[in-house]
Nanobody
C-alpha cells in the first residue's frame, strides 16, 4: 500500500498562514494527481484543492471557499506537493489530508476518486 505523509499543520490565529506538505513514503509522485481534502468535526470530508500531474499539464483546481487564499503547488525535484494556506479563517479548522491518484494524461478531479491517502495533519485557526 502506497503511503503519503502530511506535515505543516498547527495552531494559527485568524488571518495567519501555514504551509502544508505532502510527500510519498518511498515512491515518486510522477504521473499522479494530488488532492487536498479537509474534514471538520461533525462535517463531511470536503475537497479543497487538487493539482494535476506534470505530464497532464499541472492544472490546479480549488473549492470556491478557498479561492484566492490557498495555493497548491508541486516541486518535482523534492517529490512534494504543498498547500499554502493564507488569510486563514476559523472555519478552515479541520484535519487536512492529501491523496494521490495515478492520472498521467488527464486533469485532477477535486473530489477524486483517489487511491492513496495520508494520515492527516490538524489545522486549528483560533485566537
Amino acid at each position: 500500500q502506497l503511503q503519503l505523509v502530511e506535515s505543516g499543520g498547527g495552531l494559527v490565529q485568524p488571518g495567519g498562514s501555514l504551509r502544508l506538505s505532502c510527500a510519498p513514503s518511498g515512491w515518486t509522485l510522477d504521473y499522479y494527481a494530488i488532492g487536498w481534502f479537509r474534514q471538520a468535526p461533525g462535517k463531511a470530508r470536503e475537497g479543497v484543492s487538487c493539482i494535476s500531474s506534470s505530464s497532464s499539464g499541472g492544472a490546479t483546481n480549488y473549492v470556491d471557499s478557498v479561492k484566492g487564499r490557498f495555493t497548491i503547488s508541486r516541486d518535482n525535484a523534492k517529490n512534494t506537493v504543498y498547500l499554502q494556506l493564507n488569510r486563514l479563517k476559523r472555519e478552515d479548522t479541520a484535519i487536512y489530508y492529501c491523496a494521490a491518484e495515478r492520472r498521467p494524461f488527464s486533469p485532477c478531479a477535486l473530489m477524486g476518486p483517489y487511491d492513496y491517502w495520508g494520515q492527516g495533519t490538524q489545522v486549528t485557526v483560533s485566537s
